[in-house]
Each structure stands twice: as C-alpha cells, then as structure tokens.
C-alpha cells in the first residue's frame, strides 16, 4: 500500500536558519502530494501542494518539488521565523484524482525555532 | 461562523463507556472524514463518507461507528471505550480537492 515517511524529529533551529524537511513516498502512479502544518493547539491546514512531476508548490516561503525519479517531496525554507515552529506532515492522495480526501500522512516533523 | 467545528474539544472517560464526538461544517461539502493522530503514526484515517447516508471504513475502523444522515454533520461513535482509543481526533471535509480540519477533540480513556 501507499506509504509516506518523514525525517525523524524534532528539528530545532533559530531564527533565519535554512530549513529542509525530508518526505519520500511509496505509491503507484503518480500520486498527489502535500505538506500540512499543525500549529499549538489547532488543527491541519494546507501548506502547499503538488499534483505532478516536477511540480513545485509554495506558500509563505516554504517550498516543495516534485521529484517522481526519488519520489521525494522535501520541505524548504530558507529563513524560518519563531512563528514557523509547528507540526508539518507530509501527505499523499493515490493517483486518479478519486480519494478526495483519503490521505496517507507521514508521521510529522515537529519545528522549533528559537530567537 | 463558516468552517467545520468539532465538540467537545476535551473528553475523558472510562473503559467500557460509549462515546460520541461531534463534527458539523458549513460548506456542505460531499465529503467527510475521521481522523485519529497518534505520536509516530501521523494521522490515521478511520472512516469517511462520500455523502449523506454513504460510509465507508478507512484505515483503522474497528471499534467505532460512523453515521451520516444529514451532509453536514458527521458523528464518531465508540461504542465501548478501551484504553488505546485515546487519542486526538480529527474531522475533515473537502469537496475533491484538498481537506479542511476542524481543531480536533482530545479523548482520554481511563
């Protein structure tokens, strides 16, 4: 079955540190791919996403490229604030556009950054 | 208010007992979803439904019941409380495209 696995956590940086993820996954075909951020206390909000090869999606400086020949999808920024300290899971829906919603998440990286 | 509300934010109970949490949205969207997030296993999905009256098991169904008679709500029942159900829950909606959480119930069982 379809499969995403995150770097193991957590990540501790400071402020205007580079910042990179890492997400690869196991699925057939040519799934769709997310990154979702968990800030204290909320629930999962889209982060950005991508739904082919070589795509690259961003939002609020972070990025993320679609790489089908390591099916990787690593997380990037590269000046996190204090205010980026989250959870952050990589996600995939199955390919052909039919899961609405029946993600497989990896396990999540917890984010802290310090001042 | 727009968006999808999930009650109650905090639970505890006891092994054995029935529990049932609450997910509303407003955006009338065709599909719902539970998740249960657990440290080192992300998030998990449980059950979904593609709309009223259609369910459908996820991931890990065993020893909850979902039910969907109006689009938007969309209850979680544990029919009898066991110590690895707690966990953080999570509701979703999302309407093909990507899902929209709701802020989660935490449920302690003791």
């Known amino acids: 079955g379809d499969s995403v696995t995150q770097m193991e956590g957590p990540v501790t940086l400071s402020e205007e540190a580079f910042l990179t993820i890492n997400c690869t996954y196991t699925?057939?075909?040519?799934?769709?791919l997310f990154w979702y951020v968990q800030y204290p206390g909320e629930g999962l909000q889209l982060l950005l996403k991508a739904t082919k090869a070589d795509d690259k999606g961003s939002n609020k400086g972070f990025e993320a490229t679609y790489r089908k020949e390591t099916t990787s999808f690593h997380l990037e920024k590269g000046s996190v604030q204090v205010s980026d300290s989250a959870v952050y899971f990589c996600?995939?829906?199955?390919?052909?556009?039919?899961?609405?919603?029946?993600?497989?998440f990896g396990q999540g990286t917890i984010l802290t950054v310090h001042p | 208010d727009a968006g999808i509300t999930q009650s109650p934010r905090y639970k505890i109970t006891e092994t054995g007992r029935q529990v049932t949490l609450m997910c509303h949205q407003t955006w009338s969207h065709s599909y719902m979803f539970w998740y249960r997030q657990d440290l080192g296993h992300g998030l998990r999905l449980i059950y979904y439904?593609?709309?009223?009256?259609?369910?459908d098991k996820g991931e890990v169904p065993d020893g909850y019941v979902v039910s969907r008679s109006k689009t938007e709500n969309f209850p979680l029942t544990l029919e009898s409380a066991t110590r690895s159900q707690t966990s953080v829950y999570f509701c979703?909606?999302?309407?093909?495209?990507?899902?929209?959480f709701g802020s989660g119930t935490q449920l302690s069982v003791l």
């Open positions: 699925a057939t075909g040519y799934p769709s």
């Open positions: 996600a995939l829906s199955p390919a052909g556009g039919t899961s609405y919603g029946k993600l497989t």
């Open positions: 979703a909606s999302s309407e093909r495209t990507f899902l929209f």
């Open positions: 439904s593609a709309a009223a009256d259609i369910t």
